[in-house]
């Protein structure tokens, strides 16, 4: 490490802090298998009730395809928050069930609250049961700031 390089450290997040982060986040990752690989697609979300992900996707979508064959189907959720040049900041992780929403109250306000960013028909609601929640923060040790944080 040289001088002007800080001293980093990764920290482990508890679950709340993690999910905390995830909900503040505008956008993330979709992890999901597709013809037996891996596909991600970029989605924005909102975390509902400190616990659950809801995210909207088109009814042609390979994810919405995905959840409804299966009627739920294991997939994991990403979002950070990185400076690319300082290299500091933090990353959620989220594994668990996807399943359709089919409430229509609920879709309703999914449709009124989460608005896709793509020009795109998003007739679907997904919801993903957060099981296994991972969080990192990156830090600069040198600083003192970072322990206000969440």
């Known amino acids: 490490m040289n001088d002007t390089e800080p001293d980093r450290r990764v920290i482990d997040l508890d679950r709340d802090a993690a999910l905390r982060l995830l909900a503040s986040a505008p956008f993330g990752r979709i992890v999901f298998m597709r013809d ?4 991600v697609r970029p989605v924005n979300h909102l975390v509902e009730n400190d616990e659950t992900v809801i995210v909207r996707t088109g ?3 390979k994810l919405t395809t995905a959840v409804r064959a299966n009627s739920a189907v294991v997939v994991t959720y990403q979002a950070d928050d990185i400076d690319p040049i300082g290299r ?3 990353s959620v992780t989220v594994t668990g069930l996807a399943r359709p929403v089919t409430d229509p109250a609920r ?3 999914y449709e009124r609250i989460l608005t896709p960013w793509v020009d795109k028909t998003m007739d679907s609601v997904i919801e993903i049961e957060t099981t296994i929640v991972a969080g990192i923060r990156l830090i600069d040790c040198t600083r003192t700031d970072h322990h206000h944080a969440p």
Request: aromatic share 8%; hydrophobic share 60%.
């Open 36 to 39: 037996a690989l891996p596909a």
């Open 59 to 61: 009814i042609t979508s």
């Open 88 to 90: 500091l900041g933090w």
């Open 107 to 109: 879709i309703a306000r």
